[in-house]
């Protein structure tokens, strides 16, 4: 989860940024990736490369961002996987969109069942209009 990333703006600029087609919701992993890249790696001096700590703590308030239904916001993080399938592993991008589509079935499923979260089935039922 991107709520708290530091690094260096040199190191940022060496990896090119944030990718333009990626607005809010995984585009944090795809930025990742490419920092991870041992391109990008080589390119930075020994002592700056990028590493990843679990020892470090931040407490993010999380869905301040969108006050939208958790539905929203998962979509649109499921969009933003299938973009980064697409562009960094494009071999696996036609298992990647049938988990994602075998799950949004199931949760369609789901909540159909469930009349207090109409909102929620709405909201996936949109899934498949936006990922075309």
Known sequence: M???????????????????????????????????????????????????????????????????????RLTYELQGIEYIYQKHYPHLLWFIRLVINVGVVMRLAIFSLIPSRRDTLVEYKKYFTRSK
């Open 2 to 72: 991107g709520a708290c990333v530091l690094f260096r703006k040199d190191e940022f600029l060496v990896a090119g940024g944030f990718d333009d087609k990626m607005f809010m919701y995984a585009e944090e992993v795809e930025l990742y990736r490419r920092l991870l890249d041992p391109k990008v790696q080589k390119s930075l001096p020994r002592r700056r490369r990028v590493y990843f700590t679990p020892k470090t703590k931040v407490v993010h308030i999380g869905g301040v961002s969108t006050k939208k239904a958790n539905a929203y």
